[in-house]
């Protein structure tokens, strides 16, 4: 449930999208929503598990969508399905992600060798999915703002939202735009630090390019082996996750998944934050990132690679600074 004692910008009407929420952190953060009386749209990579998910949730209305986000053009098939199906969307929350013991390599539209896995899941498919809904996010940001103009309220306007689920061990990362392309490169931990900077420096030069009405914050949500996040990697390190999440509930070093999901949740629905935007956040808390996520040449070099191997269309309004 949302935790005690904090308010919601959201109601009856508002639509979120929760990315990778039918299990672990995504489906807490989207009970969460649900409560708050907004239609929350599920999206997973299994049918089953993703009508389960919404017949979990509170009230009615709720939806799911499938997408690998493996595969970009999956990612865009979701956002003309959701844009087909909704006409607002007040909040994108990019939570899905995935941890590979393994180097894998996609294809990508940009790069002829390939792009890390991990670095495509956890990066590169948030930043197409956000491109592809920023207009709906902007609309309905000044949507909001006129509601609340109407409603006479002293808290000043609340936007639409961009959420990023990242990590603390971003601090451990230095972002190597050479490192994710092709055969040789990082695994394991040292690819999901650098997919996880590539999350808080996206946040960062997003927030410098939306326009308006709508918001972008990240947040490192804990530290949660209950999740799903390694079930893709090889069986060795996926036991080794497991056992760590094992003592550390004994320990009390880690956290559970609803534990997890306050942050994220905090984010997507506290009033307190709506005038907030390029944070990142830990125990609802805004916090310095890593020295390497305020390096404002790697988030412009980032931005400027993440458009050409997404193919994202130069048009694009958010693409100009």
């Not at 009405?213 to 060795?236: I, K, Y």
């Not at 003592?247 to 534990?259: H, M, Q, R, W, Y």
């Not at 907030?276 to 305020?294: C, H, I, K, T």
Request: negative net charge; charged residues 25%.
């Amino acid at each position: 449930m949302i935790p005690a004692g904090l308010d919601s910008v959201f109601g009856d009407g508002d639509v979120v999208l929760v990315t990778g929420s039918t299990s672990g952190i995504g489906r807490e953060v989207a009970r969460n929503v649900a409560e708050t009386g907004a239609t929350v749209l599920i999206h997973g990579r299994d049918a089953e598990r993703a009508r389960e998910t919404v017949a979990d949730l509170s009230g009615a209305g709720h939806d799911w969508y499938l997408a690998d986000f493996a595969d970009l053009a999956a990612v865009r098939d979701l956002a003309e399905n959701v844009l087909d199906d909704h006409d607002r969307l007040d909040c994108l929350v990019n939570n899905a992600g995935t941890w590979q013991s393994e180097r894998l390599l996609v294809d990508v539209p940009g790069s002829d060798e390939g792009v890390e896995l991990t670095f495509a899941v956890n990066h590169l498919a948030p930043f197409l999915l956000t491109h592809l809904l920023a207009d709906r996010l902007e609309t309905t940001g000044a949507n909001r703002e006129s509601r609340t103009e109407e409603t006479d309220t002293d808290d000043g306007p609340d936007p639409a939202r961009v959420v990023t689920v990242s990590s603390g061990l971003h601090r451990r990362a230095t972002l190597d735009l050479d490192a994710v392309r092709g055969p040789d490169g990082p695994t394991g931990v040292d690819a999901y630090a650098l997919s996880k900077l590539a999350n808080v420096l996206f946040t960062g030069e997003l927030a410098r390019r939306l326009p308006d009405g709508v918001t972008a914050n990240c947040c490192h949500p804990g530290t949660s082996p209950a999740t799903d996040l390694a079930r893709d990697g090889s069986l060795l390190p996926g036991l080794g996750w497991r056992l760590f999440g094992i003592v550390g509930k004994l320990t009390g070093f880690t956290d559970s998944p609803a534990e997890a999901a306050e942050t994220p949740t905090y984010l997507a629905t506290s009033p307190e934050v709506s005038g907030m935007s390029g944070e990142y956040f830990e125990d609802r808390e805004a916090v310095p990132p890593g020295d390497g996520a305020l390096d404002r040449e790697a988030q412009r070099d980032l931005w400027e690679t993440s458009v050409a191997w997404t193919g994202v269309a130069a048009s694009r309004s958010l693409l100009t600074e």
